[in-house]
Every structure is written in structure tokens, then in C-alpha cells.
């Protein structure tokens, strides 16, 4: 099953790497209040205010807030996730493992901090990070449009494609897009998958996480489900929890990436990790160890 996905991926997408939302600026500070008209007398004096005013709000606006300077201040790097084998999962001591959680962890180590891993419902995922219950979503995270307007986005990282999964005892049935009509989709809310399936305008029930769909397939409550082609490989087929399960349709390809909150200065400081750990091998050697090495887009 793996080699067959990792071959899907080969043939539908590039691994050029491609940059994500870009880095912006802090917001510009709320607008002064309405100027009144102040007495002659008083009028060197206001001059001195407004002008150490201007100055102040031109410093704000230079400096604005750093989430780099905060994340280090409080020594926490909060990373939003949900349970998504082989990006983020536990280990049987309870521990957060898997590439993505393995390689947050070490990004935050390098900043000296330490990362913490919260569980959030993915679509809720840009109210959590804009309210500061996390500070970046790191978790097999499709770069689509909603996403690179909404948050700051590091550098794609890895391939990825949307994925059908059916009963193995009717893949025959389900060979292209026109067969899949009638069916009744489980879809993670808020996913890259949910996007797909309501595009082609066919039946879906939103839930919790792509997890939940594979169960919703197995328990025979729903046809059919759309995960991430990496989520297939580690838990769909033979030899894992869903022998009974298969892949079909590829609905298309995408790249992943972690989000932080807009104008946040930590996307460049994770572009300049993945560089780094690329060059030096730790990144493919962390990929490996959860089969997604030929999903890894190369950084430079």
C-alpha cells in the first residue's frame, strides 16, 4: 500500500517547493482619536505631544509585536494538531510522535523553547491560533487558499493528494470520479478532503477528524471516506488497523505547510529550520522513520 501511494504521488505532483502566504507586517496601530482645536497658549506644547506620539506609533509600527520574541519569553511553542498517523499521533506512553510532531519538536528545541502539543477541532483551527490558545497549526495542513489568506504561512514542505477509501471488497465499483455519485462521504470538517467532496457535489457527513472517517467507513455508517494520501499509507490496507479498507480515486494534488497567526515572524524562522535541517539530513531522516521520505519537497 505505501509503495502504491508513493508512486501515486511521484506521478501527480512535482516537488518543486513553493513559498507559502510570504511574510507581512504587524498591524498598523488603531487610529488616533478626532483632533480638536486646542487653545494658543497650549499650542508648543501639543505640537511636543503629537510629535512624541508620532514617534511612538512610528517605533510601534517598525517594531510591531514579535511572536518569536513571545513564544521565547513564555518558553512554550503551543502547536494546534488533531490525531493524524504518521503527522501527529501517540505513542503507546502517551507522547505526541510522527513527523510533523517530531519535527516540531525540534524547531522549538532550536529556539530554546519547548513544544506543546494541544488538540484542537480543525475547523475551528484560525479562531484558536488568532486567539492565542496556539501558536502555529502544524499538522499535515494543506496549503489552500483559505488558509495562506487567513494565517502566515512557512514554505510548502511535503506532497499530498486527497484520496478516496472504500470497503476493499468494492474498489471495482469505485474506479473514477462518476462512479463515486450516490455515495455518502465521511469528511473531516474544515479539510482539504471536505473541499473536494463538496465540489463534485456529492453527499457528505462532516466529522471530528479523518480518523473518525476511516471509522465511519469501517462500521459500514458511511460508503466512503476522503483522507490525505499519507493518512492512507500509515492506516489503510494490509498490514495495518483497516485491512479491510483500500484507496481508489485521486481528486488532487496538494502541499502542506504550518501556519502561524498573520504578519507572525515565526513562518521565516521555520523556512530557515527546514532549510537547515534539510541540508543536514535530519529532516529526511525524521521522514523515514514514518515512510513519507518521498512525500518531502526539498528546501533551499
Known amino acids: 500500500m505505501k509503495k502504491l501511494i508513493a508512486v501515486m504521488l511521484a506521478g501527480a505532483m512535482t516537488a518543486a517547493m513553493v513559498t507559502g502566504c510570504g511574510g ?3 498591524d498598523t496601530p488603531a ?6 482645536e486646542a487653545p ?3 499650542a508648543a506644547g501639543a505640537d511636543d505631544a503629537q510629535a512624541d506620539a508620532g514617534e511612538g506609533a512610528a517605533a ?3 517594531t510591531g509585536e514579535s511572536d518569536l520574541a513571545y513564544v521565547k519569553e513564555k518558553g512554550t511553542l503551543v502547536v494546534g494538531i488533531t490525531d493524524f498517523e ?3 499521533y501517540k505513542s503507546e506512553d502517551g507522547s505526541w510522535i510522527g513527523f510533523d510532531a517530531d519535527m516540531a519538536n525540534a524547531f522549538a528545541e532550536s529556539l530554546g523553547v519547548t513544544a506543546e502539543f494541544v488538540e484542537i477541532d480543525w475547523d475551528n483551527k484560525i479562531m484558536e491560533l488568532d486567539g492565542k490558545t496556539i501558536d502555529c497549526v502544524w499538522n499535515g495542513m494543506t496549503l489552500t487558499d483559505e488558509v495562506k489568506s487567513s494565517m502566515e504561512c512557512s514554505n510548502a514542505y511535503c506532497n499530498n493528494a486527497q484520496i478516496v477509501i472504500v470497503p476493499a471488497d468494492k474498489k471495482d465499483q ?3 470520479v462518476e462512479s463515486l455519485s450516490g455515495l455518502n462521504f465521511a469528511v473531516e470538517a474544515g479539510s482539504a478532503g471536505e473541499k473536494e467532496v463538496g465540489a463534485l457535489g456529492l453527499e457528505f457527513t462532516p466529522v471530528k477528524a479523518q480518523s473518525d472517517a476511516l471509522m465511519e467507513v469501517a462500521a459500514g455508517t458511511s460508503d ?3 483522507i490525505d494520501s499519507l493518512m492512507a499509507a500509515a492506516m489503510v490496507g494490509e498490514g495495518t488497523g483497516y485491512a479491510d479498507l483500500t484507496y481508489t480515486v485521486g481528486l488532487n494534488s496538494e502541499e502542506y505547510g504550518v501556519g502561524f497567526r498573520k504578519g507572525s515572524d515565526l513562518a521565516a524562522a521555520l523556512n530557515d529550520f527546514f532549510v537547515t535541517s534539510y541540508q543536514d539530513g535530519s529532516m529526511l531522516e525524521a521522514a523515514e522513520t514514518y515512510g513519507v521520505q518521498a512525500a518531502v519537497i526539498e528546501q533551499k
Open 60 to 62: 510601534e509600527e517598525t
Open 40 to 42: 494658543a497658549a497650549d
Open 24 to 26: 507581512g507586517s504587524a
Open 174 to 176: 469505485y474506479q473514477d
Open 86 to 88: 504518521p503527522m501527529d
Open 31 to 36: 487610529d488616533a482619536p478626532a483632533e480638536t
Open 224 to 226: 466512503a471516506a476522503v
